[in-house]
C-alpha cells in the first residue's frame, strides 16, 4: 500500500518561498500513469489542486497558481516536492499530497492515497 507523508516547515514568513517535500513508500512515483499532486485547504474553505508531477517527470500547474509555484522530484530518494513563492497570509492552509490518475481534482474520493496533510502558516 502506497503511503505518503509531507515535510517541511510549519511557519513561512510572508514574501519568502514555501518548501515542502512529500515522501512517497510502497509504490515508485515512477509507476506509469499517476498523477503526484499538492493540494491545499485554506481555513473554512474547500480542496484547492495546487499542480503536479506525472510518472515521467511532467509537471502541471493550476493557471491561478502557476506563477509562483514549482513542482520537482527526486527519484532516487522517491520524494517530489512543492515550491510556492512570494507567499502571503492567503496562503495559509493544511497542504497535501497525494496520488491520483487525474488531473485538477478536488474530492478525495479521486485520489487513492494521500498524505496526513501539514499545517502551514503564513506570518510575519
Known amino acids: 500500500q502506497v503511503q505518503l507523508q509531507e515535510s517541511g516547515p510549519g511557519l513561512v514568513k510572508p514574501s519568502q518561498t514555501l518548501s515542502l517535500t512529500c515522501t512517497v513508500s510502497?509504490?515508485?512515483?515512477?509507476?506509469?500513469?499517476?498523477?503526484w499532486s499538492w493540494i491545499r485547504q485554506p481555513p473554512v474553505q474547500g480542496l484547492e489542486w495546487m499542480g503536479a508531477?506525472?510518472?515521467?517527470?511532467?509537471?502541471y500547474y493550476s493557471p491561478s497558481l502557476k506563477s509562483r509555484t514549482s513542482i520537482s522530484r527526486d527519484t532516487s530518494k522517491n520524494q517530489f516536492t512543492l515550491q510556492l513563492s512570494s507567499v502571503t497570509p492567503e496562503d495559509t492552509a493544511v497542504y497535501y499530497c497525494a496520488r491520483g490518475r487525474n488531473l485538477q481534482r478536488t474530492r478525495w474520493s479521486d485520489y487513492d492515497s494521500r498524505g496526513q496533510g501539514t499545517q502551514v502558516t503564513v506570518s510575519s
Open positions: 508531477v506525472t510518472s515521467s517527470g511532467s509537471t
Open positions: 510502497g509504490g515508485s512515483i515512477t509507476t506509469d500513469y499517476y498523477y
